[in-house]
């Protein structure tokens, strides 16, 4: 079975800083991996996914993500933080051991905090 | 705007009663998801429909049930309600129910049972 861990439930950094948000991930076959955002009183964002094409994902808002497959993670970077960045954050793998569905396994968020 | 409709936004209501969740799905995607989201559990996958049929069930108790009806929006019905099924119910589709196809998230609906 797939699964997700995200380190660390809150993560401050200063606004212009780089912003680093953990994910490693568990999988016996090779993971589709996905990051959201959800912003106070709203759905989950899409981010960027990860499928194989290309192990280094750009994705929306300046944010991208490694794909490590020797230490399992999927780490989400973004080089200078914006006070709008301010929101929680999902990583994802979309679950590959009942049958071809689709529905994803999420991670428990990381809150990212941006200091003035 | 992720396209996806969930109504009403807010619902409160009383221990034992019944309410239902309505969702419509992004044009063009056949697959809906319905997710349960709150602090101690986090984002939790409760059930899935792909074109009207049922396509996966996750940790979803026998009071609650769903259906996806012909033109596609589906609605997530909870029963008997209880103080800890407070929480923000989130719907989702997708285009097909792929490994690469990503969800796309309504703005959930908050309930809050009293």
């Known amino acids: 079975a797939q699964s997700v861990t995200q380190l660390g439930s809150h993560v401050s950094v200063s606004e212009g800083a780089l912003v680093l948000l953990r994910c490693n991930y568990s999988?016996?076959?090779?993971?589709?991996l996905f990051w959201y955002v959800q912003y106070p009183n709203q759905g989950l964002q899409l981010l960027l996914k990860?499928?194989?094409?290309?192990?280094l994902v750009k994705g929306i808002n300046g944010f991208e993500a490694e794909f490590k497959k020797s230490e399992t993670s999927f780490h989400l970077t973004k080089p200078s933080a914006h006070m709008s960045d301010a929101a929680e954050y999902f990583c994802?793998?979309?679950?590959?051991?009942?049958?071809?569905?689709?529905?994803?396994?999420f991670g428990q968020g990381t809150t990212l905090q941006v200091k003035p | 705007d992720s396209g996806v409709t969930q109504t009403p936004k807010h619902l409160i209501t009383a221990t034992g009663q019944r309410v239902t969740l309505r969702c419509s799905p992004r044009?063009?995607?056949?697959?809906v998801y319905w997710y349960q989201q709150s602090l101690d559990q986090g984002l939790q996958f409760l059930i899935q429909?792909?074109?009207?049929?049922?396509?996966a069930k996750g940790n979803i108790l026998e009071r609650f049930s769903a259906q996806q009806f012909p033109d596609l929006h589906s609605e997530l019905n909870l029963s008997s309600l209880e103080l800890g099924d407070s929480a923000l119910y989130f719907c989702?589709?997708?285009?097909?129910?792929?490994?690469?196809?990503?969800?796309?998230f309504g703005n959930g609906t908050r309930l809050t049972v009293t």
């Open positions: 989702a589709s997708s285009v097909s129910p792929t490994y690469n196809s990503p969800l796309h």
């Open positions: 999988s016996s076959v090779p993971p589709y």
């Open positions: 990860y499928t194989s094409a290309a192990t």
């Open positions: 994802a793998v979309s679950d590959q051991g009942s049958g071809n569905t689709g529905k994803l396994i």
């Open positions: 044009s063009g995607d056949l697959s």
């Open positions: 429909y792909y074109n009207g049929e049922e396509r």
